[in-house]
């Protein structure tokens, strides 16, 4: 019985982990499609958590909600393109920060602040070698006139 609330754990860990990544992905992101993958690895950190729930409990109610899951995820992957494709045909960009002029129109609009850079450096001058193989420019005044024969 050890071993199966050990494997429990581990199923359960790496389902958290998958839907911890995909939730950071989620609100750190701006760019459509990223959020919508960050989305999807969300419901398959919950998808694992029912497998292994199901699998511990010796009972297939997890996995036939999985496979519901899935179809469901595959057709909202079907019309999430086609909405990403008609946003991007309108506006030109996949950030999120272009569509919120589409909020109520009691809410405020959205302000994109830039984070402030960092200051400049100046290049540094590294010294530089000649280029190899070419000669250098002599005067032929040294070359062909020797003043103390």
């Known amino acids: 019985m050890d071993q199966e609330i050990v494997l429990l ?21 701006r760019n459509m499609i990223v959020m919508f993958l960050s989305a999807e690895m969300m ?22 909600l999985v496979i519901f899951i899935i ?3 595959a057709c909202e992957a079907a019309i999430a393109l086609a909405l990403v494709l008609m946003l991007f045909r309108r506006r ?8 919120h002029a589409l909020r109520e129109s009691n809410l405020p609009e959205f302000v994109d602040h830039e984070l402030p850079g960092e200051p400049a450096e100046e290049p540094v001058a ?13 005067p ?10």
């Open 126 to 138: 590294w010294p530089a070698l000649p280029k190899a193989g070419l000669l250098p420019e002599v």
């Open 9 to 29: 754990q581990n199923y359960l860990t790496v389902g958290a982990l998958l839907f911890g990544i995909g939730m950071i992905g989620f609100l750190s992101r």
């Open 140 to 149: 032929p005044e040294e070359t062909e006139y020797r003043p103390h024969v």
């Open 71 to 73: 179809a469901v995820a």
């Open 43 to 64: 419901l398959q950190g919950v998808s694992l958590s029912l497998v292994a729930w199901g699998r511990f409990h010796n009972d297939f109610g997890g996995q036939m």
């Open 92 to 99: 030109g960009s996949l950030d999120v920060a272009v569509w």
